[in-house]
């Protein structure tokens, strides 16, 4: 073992005793490192080993130029599985591995603990592995090309799953009864057994709309072949394994922010340690003017939590029977137990997003200008984004739509438009999947316009 | 304490997959030229781009469409110093850069800048056009001052004496008679060396390139004009050996001029096409004999010429088209809402040959189309 390994293990040794003592209760970590290319192909792809897909490459290709321009720098990147994959930058500083190290065990406990996680994969690597190597055997025999189209098509939707944790049971699309016209019978004309009864066709339609668009496809598009499903099913897998992720992102990077801070005060480090600490822990921390940082964000709201429940105020004390000294225990509960839409709505408090000075912004014009520092519309704003992670609502409503196995697909409007070139061009993409006409409900100006796309031509009409 | 974690250094490099859907997506945006060559040809990062080999062409992003909001219609969460008040400029539109994923989204363009080489490019644009029309050229023989020495003769100036093959020749001498030492020379034994001159066939060819200079015509059809001429003389580069440019601006008057006047001129006055034509064909009785040069005549201009001009004009034109491979006309109308002008309809009733070749340009758009149009390949042309 060479001397960098050896230093690493002892680095891990102590600070595993540390965060135990505090309190982390982390899955077993697999440190492996690595080169920078193998890094960042780890963060393009998301997973090691998952398929191959241009989209990786072209992620891939940027994350590599901007290391290569000294633009941006990974110094770690985990895996939650059970046990973990943590994966070091090669090359990384003795004191930046330490501040990585207790990073990673911070997000390994989080993977552990919270709740959103409960029903991930803990073996995806295996699993990706695998849904790759059978992506290769469809590539080699229905062609790369072909694959290539379909998985566009997939990865194009690849959003639309239910995010909603806890799902009710999706059952199959209830069969409704079909619809009965006076010519029914001249389908089974010389059919003796079916003479004049219903006939079996019958209706798709959900009960309710339904927001997994790749389920509902897999299982009611009725031209798809078996690879066809089995490729819609390995994204939506993936895609369901990555979810929970990003609805704790800021809460996440928050609890590694604040332990790994808080670990680094309880090791021994040098004077010249503890300059390079400050000057990389400030580093990952910087906000920036354009958007929110994650780190930053889920860092001060927890010690702001742990600061209101170690030191409530009297009335604190008096109305909600906070006793004081709490703060450590709390903490861990809400770690335990919230995503980013709830810890911004309960703990994003109007003296948070003052100090922190958050704002809102948008385009007017040709300029970006603030155009809201509220603080109730800015944790509303946040709230939002965590809610949608930046992408529309969009159900399916009809997979019948017509009578014609047509598919419905309604946006579910909250103010915000749609890109409407890109919403246009996604519908070409659905129907590869669906391969009958589909349609998008959506509002314009205030008007509610369905597009279309019917295998030639997209259409846009007023609803 | 049970160890609850390893750490190791293994060779991952079996599992990479990035450098193959790199180069995957690398040739998808090769595709994505292809099909935006009209808006890529008329670029002007690429007609100023004299020295350098790598030319960066904005493409949009090659990006999966998706449902996504209209990103200028958005809003966007960001942070201040402590300072920041309610109608802060935060930047412009081309300042903001980058897309990230999740809660504040930062706004970004879409747009990717490809690195290609001018000669992938124009080999992407030269497909399958071809020289119509192409006759067989007597072929130029060019005697160029270099001269070879490349030959041994008995006989021959002293002053070009190959001391060492004569020293040799009187060694083999002796040889034969068992003596294979020197023993002084004799008159057999002189060698000399002789020179050729160095003659090489030249395929030639030359553009004449017409420009309307006169007040009607402004920096949109310096610039149109400015980008066909490249694209033209870089592709008859291709097919020739020695392709000369001429540079013919006119108003009412032609003059010769070299190629910076060309593109910068502009005057003011009226139009007489007629001067450029009849200017043209001077130059090729003087300059450009027809039976060794193949010859290219192009003319833009905005069509807007003194009607009286019209009838010398298509005389003129006929009788260019005589003696040129094609003889081109691109009437430039900005906007193109306009009716056929004058000219062109005159050209298109008195001018009867298929080596005329008419385009209308009125966008930046049209360039690559014209010159697909130009040299398209018929059946039967001779492949330069």
């Known amino acids: 073992m060479d001397s960098e390994l050896v230093a690493t293990q002892k680095a891990i040794e102590d600070i595993w005793q540390v965060a135990e003592r505090l309190g982390l209760d982390p899955f077993p970590i697999e440190f492996e490192i690595v080169p920078a290319a193998m890094i960042y192909e780890f963060g393009a792809y998301g997973l090691p080993g998952r398929f191959s897909h241009w989209t990786h490459g072209k992620a891939y290709h940027q994350m590599k130029t901007m290391y290569d321009y000294g633009l941006s720098k990974i110094y770690e990147l985990v895996i939650n599985t059970n046990p973990c994959y943590a994966f070091l930058l090669e090359g990384n500083s003795l004191l930046q591995n330490k501040l990585v190290i207790a990073h990673v065990i911070a997000h390994c406990d989080f993977f552990k603990n919270n709740v959103y996680f409960q029903r991930t994969n803990r073996r995806m690597v295996e699993s990706a592995s695998a849904s790759a190597e059978r992506i290769r055997r469809y590539e080699f025999l229905h062609g790369t090309v072909e694959v290539e189209k379909f998985l566009d098509a997939v990865l194009s939707i690849q959003e639309h799953i239910d995010p909603d944790p806890f799902p009710r049971k999706a059952g199959k699309v209830e069969a409704h009864a079909a619809r009965t016209t006076p010519y029914d019978d001249l389908f089974y004309i010389g059919d003796e057994k079916r003479g004049m009864e219903q006939p079996a066709r019958v209706r798709r339609t959900p009960e309710e709309p339904r927001r997994d668009l790749l389920l509902f496809i897999t299982e009611n598009a009725v031209e798809l072949e078996d690879w066809q499903r089995d490729i819609i099913d390995i994204v939506r897998a993936e895609m369901l394994y990555f979810l929970p992720q990003a609805q704790t992102k800021i809460m996440n990077e928050g609890w590694a922010s604040y332990w790994h801070s808080r670990i680094l005060r309880e090791l021994d480090l040098s004077d010249d340690e503890s300059i390079e600490f400050a000057r990389m822990h400030a580093g990952v921390l910087a906000p920036s003017r354009q958007h929110i940082n994650p780190y930053h964000l889920g860092l001060k709201i927890l010690e702001n939590i742990q600061k209101r429940w170690d030191a409530p105020t009297d009335e604190e004390r008096r109305s909600l029977g906070r006793r004081g000294g709490e703060g450590h225990q709390k903490i861990f509960d809400v770690r335990g137990t919230e995503n980013d839409i709830s810890f911004l709505r309960n703990y994003l408090t109007r003296r948070l997003v003052e100090d922190l000075d958050l704002y809102i912004y948008r385009q007017d014009g040709d300029e970006w200008r603030i155009v809201e520092k509220s603080w109730e519309r800015v944790r509303e704003m946040l709230v939002n984004a965590a809610v949608t992670m930046g992408q529309p609502c969009i159900v399916v409503e009809d997979g019948d739509y017509h009578g014609n196995r047509e598919l419905y697909l309604k946006h579910m409007y909250e103010g915000q438009a749609l890109d409407l070139a890109y919403a246009e061009k996604t519908l070409r993409q659905v129907h590869v999947l669906w391969r009958r006409t589909v349609h998008l409900e959506t509002v314009i100006d205030g008007k509610r316009v369905l597009l279309s796309y019917d295998g030639a031509k997209n259409d846009r009409a007023v609803a | ?384």
């Open chain 2, 1 to 384: 304490m049970v160890a609850q974690f390893s750490v190791s250094k293994d060779d991952w490099s079996l599992h990479r997959k990035g450098p193959t859907d790199q180069a995957r997506h690398k040739e998808k945006v090769k595709e994505a030229i292809k099909n935006n060559l009209a808006d890529i040809v008329s670029e002007e990062s690429i007609i100023t781009s004299d020295g350098s080999k790598v030319i960066k062409v904005p493409i949009r992003s090659l990006n999966l469409p998706r449902f996504r909001f209209d990103s200028g219609k958005k809003d966007y969460a960001g942070q201040g110093n402590g300072d920041s008040r309610v109608g802060d400029k935060l930047g412009d539109q081309s300042t903001s850069e980058g897309s990230g994923k999740g809660a504040g989204d930062s706004p970004g363009a879409d747009y990717y800048e490809a690195e290609i080489t001018i000669e992938e490019l124009a080999e992407m644009i030269f497909t399958d056009l071809g020289l119509p029309n192409l006759q067989r050229k007597q072929s130029q023989e060019m005697t160029s001052e270099a001269i070879r020495f490349d030959e041994i003769r008995k006989k021959g100036v002293f002053s070009n004496l190959d001391k060492r093959r004569t020293l040799l020749e009187g060694v083999k001498r002796e040889a034969l008679h068992g003596h294979p030492i020197f023993g002084g020379l004799k008159n057999e034994d002189l060698r000399f060396r002789t020179w050729q001159e160095d003659i090489r066939r030249e395929t030639n060819a030359v553009v004449i390139a017409m420009r309307d200079v006169s007040a009607s015509m402004g920096e949109f059809e310096k610039y149109i004009s400015r980008s066909f001429y490249y694209w033209m003389v870089k592709f008859l580069r291709t097919r020739y050996q020695n392709v000369k440019i001429v540079f013919i601006a006119h108003h009412t008057e032609a003059k010769e001029v070299d190629e910076e006047t060309f593109f910068r001129l502009g005057e003011s006055g009226g139009t007489k096409v007629s001067s450029a034509y009849s200017m043209a064909a001077e130059i090729i009785e003087r300059r450009f004999d027809p039976a060794r040069w193949n010859i290219y005549p192009f003319h833009f201009s905005d069509g807007d010429n003194w009607n009286d001009d019209n009838t010398l004009a298509v005389r003129l034109a006929n009788r260019l088209v005589d003696i040129c491979n094609i003889f081109g006309y691109g009437e430039i109308r900005a906007g193109g809402q306009y009716a056929m002008s004058t000219l062109m309809s005159a050209f298109y009733t008195g001018v009867k040959s298929e080596r005329f070749i008419g385009v209308t340009i009125a966008d930046k758009k049209d360039v690559y189309p014209a010159l697909r149009q130009f040299f398209k390949k018929k059946e039967g042309d001779i492949d330069g």
